[in-house]
């Protein structure tokens, strides 16, 4: 079964530095994996997704994130953070398009000002 | 609608009592999940569905939860004798035949006293 780690909890920037979130995977074969970001009081939003070909991945506010099968790696990253990116972010992995999704607990990105 | 709507959006129930959780998923979207968000938990797989059944129900706690879905559209997951645990938001979020892509509705939150 599949199942995915984010391994920090709480992530704290200053705004306009650059941010890695941390996830990792566990899954035999090539998973969909996915970053969805939940802002206070909003719905989980998809920030990108990969299931094959280029293995960094651009997403949607100017989040991009790598897969690296040798790790088993699904890292989000972005060159400069606004305060306006302060949620929780949440990495998922299914099995193929059709299975379920499963989430990791999530990670909180603080932004200082 | 235009997005995925789950109703009521809060809800507090006694201990014991039974509750009903409603889902209005995207017309047409054949894939339809459910998940449970406790604080620092992330988001905990129950039951998805494609179509009217249930290939997966893993993710159910305990017997006292139940869900099902009826053409192919609404779903209502069902929590008999409510204990102070199940207190958590329901997500539920729905997907398109042949994409890998989930909505999520905003939730009911549900509050056991």
């Known amino acids: 079964a599949q199942s995915v780690t984010q391994p920090d909890i709480h992530i704290t920037v200053s705004e306009g530095a650059s941010l890695e979130l941390r996830c990792n995977y566990s899954?035999?074969?090539?998973?969909?994996l996915f970053w969805y970001v939940q802002s206070p009081g909003q719905g989980l939003q998809l920030l990108l997704k990969?299931?094959?070909?280029?293995?960094l991945v651009q997403g949607i506010k100017g989040f991009e994130a790598e897969f690296k099968r040798s790790q088993s790696s699904f890292n989000l990253r972005k060159p400069s953070v606004h305060w306006s990116d302060a949620a929780e972010y949440f990495c998922?992995?299914?099995?193929?398009?059709?299975?379920?999704?499963?989430f990791g607990k999530g990670t909180r990105l603080h932004i200082l000002p | 609608g235009a997005g995925v709507s789950q109703s009521p959006s809060n809800k507090v129930t006694e201990k014991g009592k039974d509750v009903e959780l409603r889902c209005d998923p995207i017309?047409?979207?054949?894939?339809l999940y459910w998940y449970r968000q406790s604080l620092g938990q992330g988001l905990e797989f129950l039951i998805y569905?494609?179509?009217?059944?249930?290939?997966?129900k893993s993710g159910l706690p305990s017997d006292r939860f139940s869900a099902e879905r009826t053409g192919g559209s609404v779903s209502t997951l069902t929590i008999q004798r409510t204990q102070q645990e199940d207190s958590a938001v329901y997500l539920c979020?729905?997907?398109?035949?042949?994409?890998?892509?989930?909505?999520f509705g905003q939730g009911t939150r549900l509050t056991v006293v």
């Open positions: 979020a729905s997907r398109p035949g042949g994409s890998t892509e989930a909505f």
């Open positions: 899954y035999g074969a090539t998973p969909y």
């Open positions: 990969y299931f094959s070909g280029d293995t």
């Open positions: 998922a992995v299914g099995a193929n398009r059709d299975d379920k999704i499963i």
């Open positions: 017309s047409g979207h054949t894939a």
């Open positions: 569905f494609q179509g009217n059944s249930a290939p997966d």
